[in-house]
């Protein structure tokens, strides 16, 4: 069965440090397309960054990094430079590419904290 | 260039009422998807609509819930007979497409009360 993986419920950081937020994923699909998203208090879904199952290299963003690990099925994401504004729920997400709906599999979030 | 619009952003209905909740795509996407986040959770996906057509309803409830995206205007996912636990901020997405790489862009999500 599909599965995505969010063991961390919440994390801190320094302001100015770097943070990993795991993700861990479970799929029989070979094609498939891996997301972060950002949840701020006031509720919205801020897309982050995207990583494809035959993508080479990981995806970067600005500031966001995704470390994928194929083998491992891991797709942690790298905030660096961190920022009191990077404080939100982080929502990682699946979706895959043959066969099915396309819909997507959220994690249960990770809560960062950054402190100043 | 707008983006996904949701209305109502707030919605307050007493147990037993009907709720109606609606959802404008992004200009030139055809796909709709709506997500459930219950406090403290994940989204978790309803259903997946394309114009005039239910593609997949695989989590949505069997009873009560319904949805539709009409030819003309905007989804609507309907739910009859409110009862607290439909409590909760329901998203909707669209997409243009349905590769793995075409993102799906949210709505700021309605936040439905049952009292």
Known sequence: AQKITQTQPGMFVQEKEAVTLDCTYDTSDQSYGLF????PSSGEMIFLIYQGSYDEQNATEGRYSLNFQKARKSANLVISASQ??????????????LG???KYIFGTGTRLKVLA | NAGVMQNPRHLVRRRGQEARLRCSPMKGHSHVYWYRQL???GLKFMVY??????IDESGMPKERFSAEFPKEGPSILRIQQVVRGDSAAYFCASSRGTAPRDEQYFGPGTRLTVT
């Open chain 1, 100 to 102: 099915g709906t396309y």
């Open chain 1, 36 to 39: 972060w998203y950002k949840q």
């Open chain 2, 39 to 41: 406090p403290e959770e």
């Open chain 2, 49 to 54: 609509l394309q114009k005039e057509n239910i």
């Open chain 1, 84 to 97: 009191l504004g990077d404080s939100a729920m982080y929502f990682c997400a699946m979706r895959e590419g």
